[in-house]
């Protein structure tokens, strides 16, 4: 099982940069695909993006391909999200979620695990 905790958000300007962290303390994190989603006020929670067990292979929603990029640390139990050029229409809560499976398809529902999730904030 997956406990995923985020970490990171804030409050930052148009066009500047932030990097989100999401750590797990299990054993089992590398078996696990790992998605970042977000949720703005009176939104439908939205896929951002995910990478594969291994770290090969992401997937990027478009309205961020260009500007936010997924790594993960396997050693580490930790998957990220690097934000850059940072619009208000970015702002939204963040969450960390783990599946099983590929990230051929993110639907909100294919994944079982979930973090409490984090704050970002963009101002213009």
């Known amino acids: 099982q997956v406990q995923p905790v985020e970490s990171g958000g804030g409050s930052v300007q148009a066009g500047d940069s932030l990097r989100l962290s999401c750590a797990d303390s299990g054993r089992t994190f590398s078996s696990y695909a790992m998605g970042w989603f977000r949720q703005a006020p009176k939104k439908e929670r939205e896929f951002v993006g995910a990478i594969s067990r291994s770290g090969g292979s992401t997937s990027y929603a478009d309205s961020v391909k260009g500007r936010f990029t997924i790594s993960r640390d396997n050693a580490k139990n930790t998957v990220y999200l690097q934000m850059n050029s940072l619009k208000p229409e970015d702002t939204a809560v963040y969450y960390c979620?783990?599946?099983?499976?590929?990230?051929?398809?993110?639907?909100?529902?294919?994944?079982?695990?979930w973090g409490q999730g984090t704050q970002v904030t963009v101002s213009s």
């Open positions: 979620a783990a599946k099983r499976g590929t990230i051929n398809r993110n639907l909100v529902y294919e994944y079982a695990y």
